[in-house]
């Protein structure tokens, strides 16, 4: 599975971006999605996660009620709304994909777990 992440930019606080990861390959279905971003000088965090059949997203707390994450899976591509931006939301983010046979809720949050990742859009919020 390959993965491409586009829709970066530079935004002021409280204006909107959507990111966008599209997928080769095929069953994209069986693989759980999820967003990480990289902040300069920062470790690699979680943002959010949805299962393979969307039925399940997890968001963490920072951006609860902020971001979407969504799929459509007859596209391959999975998509992260974000809304309400604030300059601590800058940094580079990442699309990661997580077999299905692995422990979805045990291991979403870990980056370390992840089968594949895509290259990373960059994210600028401007104050």
């Known amino acids: 599975v390959q993965l491409q992440a586009f829709g970066g930019g530079l935004v002021q606080t409280g204006g909107y971006l959507t990111l966008s990861c599209a997928a080769s390959g095929r069953a994209f279905s069986g693989y759980a999605m999820s967003w990480f971003r990289q902040a300069p000088g920062k470790e690699r965090e979680f943002v959010a996660t949805?299962?393979?059949?969307?039925?399940?997203?997890y968001y963490e707390d920072s951006v609860k009620g902020r971001f979407t994450i969504s799929r459509d899976n007859a596209k391959n591509t999975v998509y992260l709304q974000m809304n309400s931006l604030k300059p601590e939301d800058t940094a580079v983010y990442y699309c990661?994909?997580?077999?299905?046979?692995?422990?979805?809720?045990?291991?979403?949050?870990?980056?370390?777990?992840?089968?594949?990742w895509g290259q990373g859009t960059l994210v600028t919020v401007s104050s």
């Open positions: 949805i299962s393979g059949n969307g039925d399940s997203t």
């Open positions: 990661a994909a997580l077999r299905r046979d692995k422990d979805y809720s045990g291991n979403y949050y870990y980056p370390d777990k992840y089968d594949y």
